[in-house]
């Protein structure tokens, strides 16, 4: 549709007329990403003249069509200047049903919202849609949205949303995890003057369905249950991402460690539970190690202190289901041919290792998942397919932080100790490791870890002198080279030796060097004939 035509129609059509003629527009539209820049500025007038028909007084219908336009109109960052106002702003978060800093009563509208038609509820959907596109493209908008406290109306919304749709919920804490992200000033603001750490604990409570048995236990998922279901997973995954924003380098008192703990013990429920697909739930944990990588590392032993629900009695009556989750889930993702480890595979090793170096028992499991005794020395440590060899290859990854942070994990797991660490690795693959902590001479690294050594295989003890240190692995006789040869062989190679050095020394490639009286180097030539020897103690007659 030509744009002139439209605006010219907009200005003397009435309701039913703009409703047709912006669905129109919006059907040519919907899979539109890229405009065209010639026609920015008649877009730009097309996104104020939308906002003057939600100013006035439409129907829902005309309201929800006008915002599917503005929708489409926002994916263009050039043209959102008369969106990107107070009023835009403000219009915006009146048909999301948001109270913003200039409007009160949120007590008293609270209870209206529950009633709201399924047609009032789609408006409430497109125009959060909206508020999304906006704040991301437009740092106008951003600020904006401070100003007038959108932020503060979403979390009163979010209190309210359980009745609702959703859709409501999934875009209020979209737009909630957009603002938190792109204006950091305002987290700190979101969790001390609206508690919206608390109030997105609540949230993931509800739509996980927990149901606690203890102080930060959840009773475990029935094996038997149907897989959590797709929307309620969405919604999960949206509001752990906003509370990944409010916790980031966010330390907290006293008064955070029962929050703290309660997210940790809701995470561990999560990570118990199946979503529709494997790879929902492989994302679902993804968000789940990046939450509780910004948590206290005291706060982890909610994940195994699990008394009603019973543990392992070698591990000192801890339950170590979720820290086996873990596991398989960095072997995953280390297993994922193309991915991105540094995004996908670093939080999870992170995690992993601050759980092993504060819990001894997470340690002693997880050690003796990754590192058990060792028995085949025949093979090179990075040479295989158990989940060793596969994290002793990452210690040699071109990326600096994956290297680092597999080699710290297995570090950690050796409980720092040099020699322990070679045992498994092999000096080669721990070199970069061992030079960064200055601990080439060997030793251990600062951390003190409890007494509970390892004993050594029968099959390690043999064959331990025969190990190269270097590679870590028992190596084959090499065969001697000369064995074969006839005397005349040899004295041909010998003689090609000698020429080759020789030729090297000529062209000062090269330059041999012999050892003076009093234990210096220097240049053959001079320890052969020097000048200051004393030969004066020869016999004369």
Not at 437 to 462: F, H, I, M, V, W
Not at 481 to 498: D, F, G, N, R, S
Request: some cysteine; charged content about 30%.
């Amino acid at each position: 549709m030509d744009l002139n035509n439209i605006l010219s129609q907009l200005e003397t059509a009435n309701e039913e007329e703009i409703d047709a003629l912006l669905q129109q527009y919006n059907r040519e539209n919907s899979h539109t990403f890229a405009f065209e820049p010639k026609e920015e500025a008649l877009r730009s007038k097309l996104c104020q003249s939308v906002l003057t028909v939600l100013g006035r007084q439409v129907l829902p219908s005309c309201q929800k069509t006008c915002l599917e336009t503005l929708r489409i109109l926002s994916r263009d960052k050039r043209v959102l200047a008369p969106v990107a106002t107070r009023e835009g702003m403000m219009t915006l978060g009146r048909m999301a049903r948001l109270r913003t800093g200039e409007e009160g009563g949120d007590e008293e509208k609270s209870s209206q919202e529950d009633t709201l038609s399924e047609e009032e509820e789609r408006v409430v959907v497109e125009a959060l849609k909206c508020l999304c596109n906006v704040v991301y493209n437009s740092p106008a908008a951003q600020q904006v949205s401070v100003d007038v406290q959108l932020a503060h109306g979403l979390c009163a919304s979010l209190r309210t949303a359980r009745s609702w749709r959703h859709e409501v919920g999934l875009f209020s804490l979209r737009l909630l995890f957009l603002l938190s992200a792109l204006r950091p000033d305002l987290r700190g603001v979101l969790r001390r003057e609206w508690h919206a750490v608390r109030l997105l604990s609540e949230v993931l409570e509800h739509t996980l369905d927990v149901r606690w048995v203890g102080p930060y236990e959840a009773a475990c998922p029935d094996s038997q249950a149907l897989p959590m279901p797709a929307e309620d997973n969405e919604r999960a995954m949206e509001a752990l991402k906003a509370s990944f924003n409010l916790t980031l380098s966010y330390t907290g008192g006293e008064e955070d460690d029962h929050q703290f703990r309660l997210i940790a013990a809701i995470l561990r429920h999560l990570l118990m539970l199946k979503t529709e697909t494997e790879e929902k739930t492989e994302e679902a944990h993804s968000h789940a190690v990046n939450l509780l990588n910004n948590l206290p590392v005291s706060c982890l032993d909610v994940l195994i202190d699990l008394p009603v629900q019973g543990g392992e009695e070698k591990y000192g009556g801890k339950n170590m289901d979720v820290i086996q989750v873990l596991l398989d889930f960095m072997e995953k993702r280390i297993d994922k041919q193309g991915s991105n480890y540094k995004e996908g595979l670093t939080p999870v090793l992170s995690l992993l290792t601050e759980g092993s170096r504060q819990h001894r028992e997470i340690r002693r499991y997880i050690k003796a998942q990754v590192l058990p005794p060792l028995k085949d020395v025949k093979i090179r440590p990075e040479i295989g397919t158990t989940i060793r060899n596969k994290l002793v290859r990452l210690m040699t990854h071109v990326d600096m932080g994956v290297k680092q942070t597999a080699a710290e994990f297995l570090f950690v797991l050796c409980k720092e100790s040099v020699d322990n660490l070679l045992k498994y690795t092999g000096y080669g693959n721990a070199a970069g490791l061992l030079v960064a902590r200055g601990l080439l001479a060997g030793g251990r690294g600062e951390t003190q870890y409890s007494e509970d050594e390892d004993s050594d295989t029968e099959e390690y003890k043999s064959a331990k002198p025969f190990i190269n240190p270097i590679t870590g692995h028992v190596e084959e006789p090499m065969p001697n080279p000369i064995e074969e040869m006839t005397e005349e062989q040899k004295e041909y190679e010998a003689q090609e030796l000698v020429n080759m050095f020789d030729k090297l020394s000529r062209q000062n490639v090269i330059r041999p060097m012999g050892v003076r009286p009093d234990g210096t180097l220097a240049p053959l030539e001079e320890t052969l004939c020097d000048p200051h020897e004393d030969n004066s103690g020869s016999d004369s007659d």
